[in-house]
């Protein structure tokens, strides 16, 4: 089970260039935001899955937190491009 | 010889490393922003929640899979929240929605 | 908010507060449950205004549409990633993005985000803008934008489970 735990973690890194790609290219700033929630939306995942291979669940936690941080840096920065200012 | 859990586990993962992979590339592939917030909104809550999934069903009754289905709930909130915001930045700083037969960014 | 309607609020938000807590730490010995308890009572205090903002309605039947609604809510986004999925990974690339303005009647916030949410894990359909109850909405092809306007079938799910509003 760990072994497919491991390849689903190298097939996400692949894709997560895939979106790397929408990063540096896409015109605009609102493009590249996109790009970045996604590969943020798949770090949480491999959280998930190195907690598994590794056998710690502290790794649940921490994927949890950063799940809420990634949607406030998302929210925050969304913010930023459409007032100018966050406030 | 495999478990049934297991195999249901290898089943739900591949069906959602499957979303995973289209998610980048419809990001790709689609012409403007508005359109490629579909193929992230969609296909990556989608395949996120199926990954969960399976690793709730390979860990079982305990806290840990409890945890697991909180954060398949928290995502289920928080991304078309998140998508939300930036199309509605895009749609605010006049981003150019793409029409049949244009030209592609 | 005065008075009786003020307790029911700060016990409520502990409650559920202190059952986070617990399923997040999944220990059970005097000291967790104890700190546990002071944080949450601390947080409820202060910001029991915050998740309810008016007296809570509503029953057993509320609560019996709302699992009808996420059942089918889980079967649409089934269907919006396998379209979404069939249209990216078709050759031609078979959309025909429209931006679609229109009306609704819901007057409550929770029942717009609600709403707003369902229309953006649906099939074919973001929520872009939302100004008083009007929506601002991007179609990925002109089907689901026909059914925003005229079939309306979201639209009667959500009335379906908040029917005062």
């Known amino acids: 089970m760990i072994d497919l735990f491991t390849a689903t973690g190298l097939v996400l890194i692949c894709t997560l260039f895939l979106c790397l790609y929408r990063v540096i290219v896409g015109p605009g700033a609102c493009n590249r935001l996109i790009a970045a929630n996604t590969i943020g939306t798949k770090i949480i995942l491999l959280l998930v899955l190195v907690g598994y291979i590794y056998g710690r669940n502290l790794f649940l936690d921490i994927a949890l937190a950063y799940a809420m941080i990634n949607f406030l840096a998302t929210l925050a920065i969304a913010k930023y491009l459409e007032k100018g200012c966050i406030c | 010889m495999i478990g049934f859990f297991s195999l249901v586990t290898a089943i739900l993962i591949a069906m959602g490393l499957f979303f995973m992979i289209v998610g980048p590339i419809g990001l790709i592939r689609l012409p403007d922003l508005f359109t490629r917030a579909h193929a992230s909104g969609k296909c990556d809550t989608l395949g996120q929640a199926l990954i969960l999934l399976g690793l709730i069903v390979y860990e079982g009754f305990t806290f840990d899979a409890v945890k697991l289905l909180m954060l398949i709930i928290f995502l289920y909130v928080m991304s078309p929240t998140a998508t939300h915001a930036i199309v509605r930045a895009a749609h605010i700083l006049k981003y150019h929605a793409w029409k049949p037969g244009e030209e592609r960014e | ?165």
């Open chain 3, 1 to 165: 908010m005065k008075g009786i309607e003020r307790i029911i609020s700060i016990s409520v938000t502990f409650g559920i507060l202190f059952i986070f807590w617990i399923l997040l730490s999944a220990h059970f010995d005097a000291f967790h449950l104890v700190a546990g308890a002071v944080c949450a009572m601390l947080v409820a205090v202060i910001s029991h205004d915050l998740l309810f903002t008016k007296p809570v309605r509503g029953g057993i039947l509320t609560l019996l549409h709302f699992t009808h609604y996420c059942g089918w809510l889980f079967l649409e986004i089934w269907l919006a990633g396998l379209d979404v999925a069939y249209r990216v990974l078709h050759p031609d690339l078979p959309i025909d993005p429209q931006v679609v303005t229109f009306d609704t009647p819901f007057s409550d916030d929770i029942v717009r985000t609600v709403f707003a949410n369902s229309m953006t894990l649906t099939p074919g359909t973001i929520t872009i803008d939302v100004i008083g109850s009007t929506y601002t909405v991007h179609a990925l092809t002109s089907e689901a934008a026909r059914d925003l306007t005229e079939g309306r079938s979201i639209e009667k799910r959500v009335h379906r489970i908040f029917p005062e509003t």
